[in-house]
């Protein structure tokens, strides 16, 4: 019988026009470029304008995308899209996409991990084209992150950007020895109120009460979530690299989730990773939660850092607390 791996074997992005520079913020709130690019190494930030939603971001990707493969939309199996910032509650951002695009014969859904979202939507598309009934599968990591933010809060309006990334996911033949070899995903639901929005859901629906304390914005403990994120990154490095006896020095391309340039270079530092083995892109782009790691991969592709036998290692951290890490030999 034969036996298949999965792989990625193309890469797109899309950016919203309209950018935000830290002095443009410097204008709305108590900041300066000088504080925010050396706490985050943050630059600018795009900016979805009003009415541009996180399915109009993936439907730009996705048409990119099956654009540069000649593949038709009819051909698509599965669309999976990792987002915390949904066009709707209900349908899902995967319907109006699937629809908007005519892939006519796929069928989808959300996968809300935050900021772990592509990676947990990656490993979700792996096990789906392992079972050997998928052919083509579409993971996307989107977020309007402008949409739940507090202009007001400094703490946070730096932080996050707007953007997506898309990738298509086909098998390959498992004797060749590339693809994605393992994913690894972890939840810890102890950090469930130190990252997130507190009102919008069944749990706080909403009210004008809601609406006037401002719970409908993302609300975070900046100092506690660095630190979780700082340990739990380098762990779940090391435990997949561990459990496929990998040694750091033998990745080529490391991509770690964009939410801090401290966090990035405490990462490194833990695994002894070369800068030249990092791809960054938080300066540019900032913290696009889900958008982060395949807007990095893209970016690495097009930069050619990324080339066939290449190993690569995806690590992720986020709201929940979640993690994840995805570990494969590139194939194109």
């Not at 026009?17 to 943050?42: A, M």
């Not at 004797?175 to 994913?183: A, K, N, S």
């Not at 592709?301 to 990324?306: F, N, S, V």
Request: one cysteine or more.
């Amino acid at each position: 019988m034969t036996e298949f791996r999965a792989t990625i074997t193309a890469t797109e992005s899309y950016f919203p026009s309209k950018i935000i520079t830290n002095k443009d913020l410097e204008k709305t709130v108590d900041t300066s470029d000088e504080w925010i690019r050396t706490r985050t190494g943050i630059t600018q930030r795009h900016q979805a304008k009003k009415g541009q939603a996180a399915s109009h971001l993936a439907i730009e990707a996705i048409e990119k995308l099956l654009k540069k493969t000649k593949t038709a939309p009819e051909e698509i199996d599965l669309i999976i899209v990792g987002t915390i910032s949904p066009d709707t509650f209900f349908p899902s951002t995967a319907c109006r996409i699937i629809d908007a695009i005519g892939a006519k014969n796929a069928w989808g859904f959300d996968l809300s991990a935050a900021c772990s979202g592509y990676i947990y939507a990656l490993a979700t598309a792996d096990q789906f084209v392992r079972s050997g009934r998928y052919k083509k599968v579409i993971a996307v990591g989107v977020d309007v992150m402008s949409s739940i933010l507090d202009p007001k809060d400094r703490n946070t309006c730096i932080i996050f950007g707007d953007g997506c990334g898309v990738t298509l996911i086909e098998p390959i033949l498992k004797d060749t020895e590339l693809g994605i070899i393992d994913h690894l995903c972890h939840v810890d639901g102890a950090g469930i109120d130190l990252l997130y929005m507190p009102a919008g859901g069944s749990l706080h629906p909403t009210t004008q009460e809601t609406l006037d304390t401002g719970m409908h914005y993302l609300k975070q403990d900046g100092k506690t979530v660095f630190k979780h994120a700082v340990t739990e990154m380098a762990r779940i490095s090391e435990e997949i690299l561990e459990r496929n006896n990998i040694s750091p020095s033998d990745i080529d391309v490391f991509i770690p989730h964009q939410a801090n340039i401290r966090i990035i270079e405490s990462a490194q530092k833990k695994l002894k990773l070369k800068d030249e083995q990092v791809i960054i892109n938080i300066d540019q782009r900032a913290n696009t939660t889900a958008g982060t790691i395949p807007t990095c991969l893209d970016m690495a592709q097009r930069d050619g850092r990324l080339e066939k036998g290449k190993m690569v290692l995806l690590t992720t951290f986020g709201a929940g607390f979640t993690a994840g890490a995805v570990l494969m030999r590139w194939s194109y």
